[in-house]
């Protein structure tokens, strides 16, 4: 069955970002999920760090309206993380918002889907199976350096430390999407 997606205006209740957990995988490609939540965190919602919790797998901030949380599973097990959340907020598949890393798309773009197949996303296949729907929102956050080739498997950079100048692209993109897809009323 394909469910009509029904937000609208976009208001996701549940934003969840994907990573590997770790000091060895912190600031790595892979963990593009987690970047963005501290970001938002720190960026949009000041202060609001001292309201980070951890809650099995997953560290989180609850506000009024979302929960906000980062993944402590290894990426192929993202799923626990949503089932800890989802027991936080019970929350319908499409007000859900996971935050990830694409290695098909260039960093610095990023794009925003709904109902898609993971594409071979571990993370995501992990997301799918837990909700046994695919009828959620996903942020695709866009990590191929331009001296990948395309054709470059993604497990050759993944897990590399983000340099500064990628840091910096990333970190001026997650403004912009939090303007455009958290903040505004629709995508």
């Known amino acids: 069955m394909n469910p009509k997606n029904t937000l609208n205006p976009f208001n996701p209740k549940l934003i969840l970002g994907l990573g590997n957990p770790g000091k060895k995988y912190e600031s790595t490609y892979h963990n593009a999920g987690h970047l963005f939540i501290d970001y938002l965190i720190k960026e949009r919602l000041k202060g609001a760090e001292n ?33 800890n959340a989802l027991k936080i907020r019970k929350t319908p598949a499409e007000e859900i918002l996971i935050v990830h890393d694409d290695s098909d798309i260039p960093i610095g773009s990023y794009k925003l889907s709904f109902g898609k197949n993971s594409a071979g996303h571990k993370g995501v296949d992990s997301i799918i199976r837990t909700l046994g729907s695919k009828y959620f929102w996903r942020l695709r956050v866009g990590i191929r350096p331009a001296k990948e080739k ?26 912009g999407i939090i303007e455009k897809v958290i903040e505004k009323e629709n995508p």
Not at 66 to 73: A, M, N, P, V
Not at 157 to 170: C, G, P, R, S, T
């Open 51 to 83: 309201g980070l919790r951890s809650k099995g797998s997953l560290v989180c901030l609850k506000t009024k309206d979302q929960l906000i949380g980062k993944s402590l599973t290894y990426m192929n097990l993202s799923g626990i993380s949503l089932e």
């Open 150 to 175: 395309t054709r470059s498997k993604a497990e050759n950079f993944v897990l590399k430390k983000i340099n500064a100048d990628h840091k910096k692209i990333l970190y001026s993109m997650f403004g």
